[in-house]
């Protein structure tokens, strides 16, 4: 119930493509919806996040999509560069706290 | 600037020492947590802490232990550490009024038992 799903484990992008990375989610209590990126040797840093009131929020290359019906939410990354070379982490948080939970993580590389 | 400060940033053990891995967030910020990240299994929570003296077991907490005797500090102790506990450790902060969505990594430890 408080798991989030995530895919895929590892993509490859080449410079200029499109990176896709999935979570799916069951727990229909999950009201934010973050999305973590991780660079190699630092710990994660919040890069876009979404409420489940909105269908799409973009920030610069960086757009998350999501489908409340379908309890699955996305990350889309245009023009993908070299730089965007990291681990992503989706998540989700609910209660009065915001007790959070994380997907496994997808490890993109985006090659020239 | 905002930081949580994590040390040490590697250690390498042996099984059964004690051993201590501090952490210090400079945002007064109520909420701390721990971490574990291992490959395929993501960030696992360990143990949080609502605020001073006040804690809770996360999803992994065996073999572990914290305390919040003040509200920048947020130690995770390793009583009696197994090779089982070697992975990468994240201490995270955030507040819980506005902006409590947002948590603030330390930059890791990563830890060796052997």
């Known amino acids: 119930q408080q798991q989030v799903k995530q895919s895929p484990q590892s993509l490859i992008v080449q410079k200029g493509g499109i990176s896709i990375i999935n979570c799916a989610y069951e727990?229909?209590?999950?009201?934010?919806f973050p999305w973590y990126q991780q660079f190699p040797g630092k710990g994660p840093a919040l890069l876009i996040a979404?409420?489940?009131?909105?269908s799409e929020k973009k920030e610069g290359r960086f757009t998350i999509s999501f489908n409340k019906s379908a309890k699955q939410f996305s990350l889309h990354i245009m023009d993908s560069q070299p730089g965007d070379s990291a681990t992503y982490f989706c998540?989700?948080?609910?209660?009065?706290?915001?007790?959070?939970?994380f997907g496994t993580g997808t490890k993109l590389q985006v090659i020239p | 600037e905002a930081q949580v400060t994590q040390n040490p940033r590697y250690l390498i053990t042996v099984t059964g020492k004690k051993l201590t891995v501090t952490c210090s967030q400079n945002?007064?910020?109520?909420?701390m947590s721990w971490y574990r990240q291992d490959p395929g299994l993501g960030l696992r929570q360990i143990y949080y802490?609502?605020?001073?003296?006040?804690?809770d077991k996360g999803d992994v907490p065996e073999g572990y232990k914290v305390s919040r005797k003040e509200k920048r500090n947020f130690p995770l102790i390793l009583e009696s550490p197994s090779p089982n506990q070697t992975s990468l450790y994240f201490c995270?902060?955030?507040?819980?009024?506005?902006?409590?969505?947002?948590?603030?990594f330390g930059a890791g430890t990563r830890l060796s038992v052997l």
């Open positions: 995270a902060s955030r507040g819980l009024g506005q902006g409590a969505n947002i948590q603030y």
């Open positions: 727990n229909t209590a999950f009201d934010y």
């Open positions: 979404i409420r489940p009131d909105v």
């Open positions: 998540a989700a948080s609910w209660g009065r706290y915001q007790k959070v939970t």
């Open positions: 945002m007064n910020h109520e909420y």
């Open positions: 802490s609502m605020n001073v003296e006040v804690t």
